[in-house]
Structure formats: C-alpha cells, structure tokens
Nanobody
Framework: QVQLVESGGGLVQPGGSLRLSCAASGSIFSIDAMSWYRQGPGKQRELVATITAGASTNYADSVKGRFTIFRDNAKNTVYLQMNSLKTEDTAVYYC???????????????WGQGTQVTISS
C-alpha cells in the first residue's frame, strides 16, 4: 500500500504564502500523476493542480499564476507553493497520487488525510 502524509497547512493573512508537502511511502514501484485537491466550506472537492511523471503541470483557473506544483521524485514528494493567498483559498487541501504498488499490475489512486489552510486577517 501507499501512505500519503501531508504537511504545511496553517493560518496566514491574505497576500501571504504557504508551501504544502505530501510525502508518499510504502511498497511503491512507481508514481505517476500527483495532484492537489481542495474542499472549501460548503463546497465540493475540486482539483487545484496536477503534475505528471514527466513534470507536465495543469492548474485550476482560480490558482493560475499564484500556485506552483512541483515534485521531488527521489523523495516521492509533491509540493504546492501557494502565493498571493486569498480568503477564497481557505479549504482542506488533499494530496492525490496515482501509484503502482510492488506486485500490482497497474496504478491505483491514493488520497492523503488532508491539511487545513485558512486565509484570514
């Protein structure tokens, strides 16, 4: 199995920055796409950003130009650098990974437990 441990959430003022991290561990053969999702109060979970194994990235329109997703394959870790934060970025942020477990025939989807990000003055 694959375990995902997120960190880096917290409370910041509007205009501030945070960096989220998500480290994958376990019987990992390979990791494909890594993504960040978020779920704000009273909202559905939405995709924030994705990075493929080839380092191609995709962002939600609402975060383009402010957020950057990147990964360290040696550490099986994905990051989300969040700048110019707005109150509407307040949400629980979830890491999502497509990974192939040793012995499996193909990738499966795994979720982290979530980390709270609160933007408030």
């Amino acid at each position: 199995q694959v375990q995902l441990v997120e960190s880096g959430g917290g409370l910041v003022q509007p205009g501030g920055s945070l960096r989220l991290s998500c480290a994958a561990s376990g019987s990992i053969f390979s990791i494909d796409a890594m993504s960040w999702y978020r779920q704000g109060p009273g909202k559905q979970r939405e995709l924030v950003a994705t990075i493929t194994a080839g380092a191609s990235t995709n962002y939600a329109d609402s975060v383009k130009g402010r957020f950057t997703i990147f990964r360290d394959n040696a550490k099986n870790t994905v990051y989300l650098q969040m700048n110019s934060l707005k109150t509407e970025d307040t949400a629980v942020y979830y890491c999502n990974v497509w990974a192939t477990v040793v012995g499996d025939l193909g990738p499966r989807n795994f979720w982290g437990q979530g980390t709270q990000v609160t933007i408030s003055s």
